[in-house]
């Protein structure tokens, strides 16, 4: 079942996020951050944060916002399944839920994602390739020496 995320769960969201091993500190504090924001705030500004659970068990999260100052342009900020539970359709399922809100709810045009460059995302880039988004950009750098972003883009029209 996929529902929208609760203020209750933030610190199983942060744990299961923290215990991929693929986020760095400074990210699991940011998401924190985010998540308190989102259910302080911003959940009134159009962003969302879902929850996909099986049997009152977390599996995975995504959130997802309208970038500012654009015409229908939204950004995935977060996708994250915990780890015993990755490759087995859970991130799949939250990306579809994703797209078809967005396509059906929100008349939103095009999505864009953000990742890392390092090796050890690169099964993260394949996941986004395997669900048709183009590698639209490289930000060289951006993170650090050698740690560049990677922009991936979706139309949803
Ligand atoms: C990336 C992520 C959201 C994908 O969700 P998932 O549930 O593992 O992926 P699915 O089962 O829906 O899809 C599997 C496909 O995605 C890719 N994939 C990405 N991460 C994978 C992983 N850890 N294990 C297995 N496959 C993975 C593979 O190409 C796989 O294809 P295959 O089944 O043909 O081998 C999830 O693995 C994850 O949370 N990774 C760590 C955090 C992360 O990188 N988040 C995104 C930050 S930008």
């Known amino acids: 079942m996929i529902r929208p995320t609760t203020p209750a769960e933030t610190d199983a969201l942060v744990a299961l996020t923290d215990a991929t091993g693929m986020f760095k500190s400074i990210e699991v504090v940011a998401l924190r951050e985010v998540l308190d924001d ?24 995504a959130y997802y916002a309208p970038a500012e ?66 590698q639209h950009a490289l930000l060289q750098d951006f993170y650090a020496a050698g740690d560049s972003m990677v922009v991936f883009r979706k139309a949803l029209g």
Request: hydrophobic letters at 35%.
């Open 38 to 61: 989102f259910h302080a705030t911003n959940h009134a500004d159009d962003h969302h944060a879902i929850t996909l659970e099986e049997n009152g068990d977390i599996r995975g999260f």
């Open 69 to 134: 100052m654009t015409d229908r342009t939204w950004q995935l900020w977060w996708i994250v399944v915990r780890k015993d539970q990755q490759g087995q359709g859970v991130g799949g399922k939250l990306l579809r839920f994703v797209e078809d809100d967005l396509r059906t709810k929100r008349n939103a045009r095009v999505l864009f994602i953000e990742t890392g460059s390092l090796p050890h995302y690169e099964l993260t880039r394949e996941f986004y390739r395997k669900h048709c988004y183009e």
